[in-house]
Antibody, heavy 118, light 111 residues
Framework: EVQLVQSGAEVKKPGESLRISCKGS????????INWVRQIPGKGLEWMGR????????NYSPSFQGHVTISADKSISTAYLQWSSLKASDTAIYYC???????????WGQGTTVTVSS | QSALTQPPSASGSPGQSVTISCTGT?????????VSWYQQHPGKAPKLMIY???KRPSGVPDRFSGSKSGNTASLTVSGLQAEDEADYYC???????????FGGGTKLTVL
């Protein structure tokens, strides 16, 4: 079964760093891009960026460039989303999702809830 | 403000059809045949229902169909069922740095 399994919920303080993960299984991890999507509670979906795990080539949305870092370790079929200094406005659910070269996010992780509060 | 415009709500009775619109520009919806539709039930991850404007992934009922005319895409749900009640999001490709530009979402209510 093709799956993306994300790391668990996080509660952090403003200014702290954080890395969340997304592990793929049931398919060849390097054959598909991993995308990250943000959903602020009660709000819509926002595409943050994507990575090609085969060579770690990354596209960032201009809205998120410089605010987050996307990476991947193909040896353990895992992609990451990280922050160096969290803000309260980063409070959201973060999803990873698989895509081919063309758009269409066909497989989604279960989501990771990140809460940033003092 | 989302890049693509969707009505905030839509509704229909069981068995009826409902169509949800998604309006963009020539830089996204109108410029590419890469419109997708996602269904999201409360507390769940989104699910891909339509890709490439009108294609259905395996397992998606043929009650769901997609189309596009100019800068506006549409999702039609025919033979509404109770389980179709969910939020629906459209998205469009708008270049590699806007790989998936989403609409604001439409809450579909089955009356």
């Amino acid at each position: 079964e093709v799956q993306l399994v994300q790391s668990g919920a996080e509660v952090k303080k403003p200014g702290e760093s954080l890395r969340i993960s997304c592990k793929g299984s049931g398919y060849s991890f390097t054959n598909y891009w991993i995308n990250w999507v943000r959903q602020i509670p009660g709000k819509g979906l926002e595409w943050m960026g994507r990575i090609d795990p085969s060579d770690s080539y990354i596209n960032y949305s201009p809205s998120f460039q410089g605010h987050v870092t996307i990476s991947a370790d193909k040896s353990i079929s895992t992609a990451y989303l990280q922050w160096s200094s969290l803000k309260a406005s980063d409070t959201a659910i973060y999803y990873c999702a698989r895509s081919e070269q063309q758009p269409g996010l066909g497989v989604w992780g279960q989501g990771t809830t990140v809460t940033v509060s003092s | 403000q989302s890049a693509l415009t969707q009505p905030p709500s839509a509704s229909g009775s069981p068995g009826q059809s409902v169509t949800i619109s998604c309006t963009g520009t020539s830089s996204d919806v109108g410029g590419y045949n890469y419109v997708s539709w996602y269904q999201q039930h409360p507390g769940k991850a989104p699910k891909l229902m339509i890709y490439d404007v009108s294609k259905r992934p395996s397992g998606v009922p043929d009650r769901f169909s997609g189309s596009k005319s100019g800068n506006t895409a549409s999702l039609t749900v025919s033979g509404l069922q109770a389980e179709d009640e969910a939020d629906y999001y459209c998205s469009s490709y708008a270049g590699n740095y806007n790989f998936e530009v989403f609409g604001g979402g439409t809450k579909l209510t089955v009356l």
